[in-house]
């Protein structure tokens, strides 16, 4: 899996690094067939060192939204997967993975999916409800509610389980 400096998610919700993701920098495992260590699942300079949460896929109204769908999928799966091989890194494969949201615009209509990865690899993405409409005030309050409750997770939950399992252990190293 050697992501090409090209792939480039729409919008993400990342993890801002702290002064604990960037101590560990130095020990964490460089992407396959780089030598760049990198949180992310892209080489995108701009958030090479920040964990993806969720992503955040765009297209225009109109547009083919299976097309759209395969492209989250395809996000979806390169977080997990390069969750995994943080996790192989520090012994913990067999550590569950969280489930991830994840946003599609097409045009004003916001859906929210939920993305999941079982001990087999094989991704899973959960289609819900249309979220909100861009067009009316009361839509765009709930797609920002609820960026916000994913942004609010991410920043808790998900860094929680992200400091534990995927920082390379080098505070237990150290005398």
Same mark, same amino acid.
């Given at each position: #899996? $050697?992501?090409?400096?090209?792939?480039?998610? +729409?919008?993400?919700?990342?993890?801002?690094?702290? !002064?604990?993701?960037?101590?560990?920098?130095?020990f964490?495992?460089?992407? /396959?067939g780089?030598?760049?260590p990198? %949180?992310a699942?892209?080489? *995108?300079?701009?958030?090479?060192?920040?964990?993806?949460? !969720? &992503?955040? =896929?765009?297209?225009? !109204?109109?547009?083919d939204?299976?097309?759209?769908?395969?492209?989250l999928?395809?996000w979806? @799966?390169?977080?997990?997967? $390069?969750?995994?091989?943080?996790? =192989?890194?520090?012994?913990?494969?067999?550590? /569950?993975?969280?489930?991830? /949201?994840?946003? #599609?615009?097409?045009?004003?209509? %916001?859906? @929210?999916?939920?993305? !999941?990865?079982?001990?087999?690899?094989?991704?899973? &993405?959960?289609? @819900? +409800?249309?979220?909100?409409?861009?067009?009316?005030?009361?839509? &765009?309050?709930?797609?920002?509610?609820?960026?916000?409750?994913?942004?609010? %997770?991410?920043?808790? =939950?998900?860094?929680?389980?992200?400091?534990?399992?995927?920082?390379?252990?080098? +505070?237990? =190293? *150290? /005398?």
């Amino acid at each position: #899996m $050697r992501p090409p400096e090209a792939a480039r998610v +729409d919008y993400a919700i990342v993890l801002e690094p702290t !002064s604990r993701l960037q101590a560990a920098l130095p020990f964490l495992e460089p992407l /396959p067939g780089t030598d760049d260590p990198s %949180w992310a699942p892209t080489l *995108q300079a701009d958030v090479i060192h920040c964990p993806f949460a !969720s &992503v955040i =896929e765009t297209k225009k !109204s109109g547009g083919d939204p299976q097309k759209a769908e395969y492209q989250l999928g395809i996000w979806a @799966f390169a977080i997990f997967k $390069r969750l995994r091989l943080l996790l =192989e890194a520090n012994g913990q494969a067999q550590q /569950p993975l969280p489930c991830l /949201p994840l946003f #599609m615009a097409e045009g004003e209509t %916001w859906d @929210f999916y939920i993305a !999941s990865q079982g001990a087999d690899s094989r991704t899973v &993405v959960w289609t @819900f +409800d249309e979220i909100g409409n861009a067009l009316y005030r009361k839509g &765009v309050y709930q797609i920002v509610a609820i960026k916000q409750f994913v942004c609010h %997770w991410a920043h808790t =939950e998900f860094r929680g389980w992200f400091e534990k399992h995927c920082l390379p252990q080098v +505070d237990q =190293e *150290q /005398p």
